[in-house]
């Protein structure tokens, strides 16, 4: 089971939304719905068309200690231990993780080992020699290099009165590191390196039975490593995320019947009903035809569209909310919900709307086919 390592601010962002579907619900006045919508983001690297085959290397040193000693924490019954990887089975991973995703012509890894002999990181960056060398020998227009694995696994043992038994889990957070070698290039193109986690559990009626089930250490070094080859690739390519969305079903007989068609997927004539509503009412249920327009033209990839309803409901709920410089510096989340519920979505269109050249850029490669 793995669970990504949000950014705070994204974090933050769907704290607001949950909070704010309750408060929604909760005035009364009106039916809100959550629905999830998946879009593609571009990669944090650009790729230009010619780069059509690439190999997969493993640069990272092989005399590095494979783990330090645990480290009690207290009385709290929690360890830490760190490692470094298994890099064979992290590269390999890697190398299939960029061909399920059919982005390159080609993936291709290089079996062996390329560091030997040095045993800190930061000293193994290949040399304009070697990347040539390699280009030319596997037949690929660019390397891909893992250059480190590093991981942490916290141990925590809980003991549930409740239940008079023990819950035990293990977290283990992977730090791989990549970088991209163009031939004849003197420096690396590019270093990556992100981070992620990955976690078991297991419970029993005593801590020998929970350490019975947990993973043991050798599982959880491959395992890890296997997962830790899956985590610089969004990063390296475009992918996919899921994002949830509200959509206004109450109040009038258009928006009970446009909730019915965008639920069979006709957000066309959703549309419709949504934008007789905006002409024809005021207030709140103006500012929920609007943003439900925006939703429906954001459905269909009209971002642009979407984005500037989502701006006309945000205008409409800066007055509903009483919204002004002061006010919002001074008040909670409570007392503006319209107005931060509108925010945030022209927010999210704004970044969408920014990442379109970049992402159609990158994914060039494929109108040609």
Excluded at 129 to 154: C, G, H, P, R, Y
Excluded at 198 to 205: Q, T, V
Excluded at 306 to 319: S, V
Aim: charged share 20%; with cysteine.
């Amino acid at each position: 089971m793995t669970r990504q390592e949000l950014k705070n601010k994204t974090i933050r962002r769907h704290y607001c939304y949950f909070l704010l579907a309750g408060i929604l619900l909760l005035s009364g006045c009106q039916s809100v719905e959550l629905l999830s919508i998946d879009y593609m983001l571009p990669a944090d690297i650009s790729f230009p068309e010619s780069l059509r085959k690439v190999a997969v290397v493993n640069n990272v040193p092989d005399n590095l200690p494979e783990s330090s000693p645990a480290i009690q924490n207290g009385d709290t019954l929690q360890s830490v231990r760190r490692y470094q990887g298994n890099a064979t089975i992290t590269a390999e991973s890697l190398a299939e993780a960029l061909a399920g995703e059919n982005y390159f012509d080609e993936v291709v890894i290089c079996d062996s080992a390329l560091n030997h002999n040095k045993s800190t990181q930061g000293e193994n960056i290949l040399s304009r020699e070697s990347v040539n060398t390699l280009a030319k020998d596997l037949n690929v227009d660019f390397l891909i290099s893992l250059e480190d694995i590093q991981m942490e696994a916290t141990h925590k043992m809980h003991f549930l009165p409740e239940w008079d038994s023990f819950y035990g889990t293990v977290d283990v957070k992977v730090y791989p590191s990549v970088r991209v070698y163009l031939p004849n290039h003197k420096k690396p193109m590019v270093t990556v390196s992100p981070n992620d986690s990955i976690f078991w559990e297991a419970a029993g009626n005593s801590e020998s039975a929970v350490h019975a089930h947990l993973i043991s250490e050798k599982e959880l070094i491959e395992q890890a490593s296997e997962f830790a080859g899956t985590v610089p690739v969004r990063h390296l390519l475009p992918s996919w995320k899921t994002a949830q969305r509200y959509m206004f079903t109450g109040g009038s007989v258009d928006m009970r019947d446009a909730a019915i068609y965008a639920k069979e997927g006709d957000w066309t004539t959703a549309i419709e009903l949504w934008q007789n509503q905006y002409t024809q009412k005021k207030g709140k249920k103006k500012m929920h035809a609007a943003y439900n327009i925006a939703l429906g033209y954001e459905m269909q990839d009209s971002i642009t569209i979407a984005l500037e309803w989502a701006i006309k409901a945000f205008t409409i709920a800066q007055e509903i909310d009483n919204v002004s410089d002061e006010t919002i510096r001074n008040s909670s989340i409570q007392d503006k919900p319209n107005y931060l519920l509108t925010a945030l979505y022209v927010n999210e269109l704004q970044e969408r709307k920014n990442s379109i050249n970049l992402l159609n850029m990158q994914m060039k490669r494929f109108n040609e086919e």
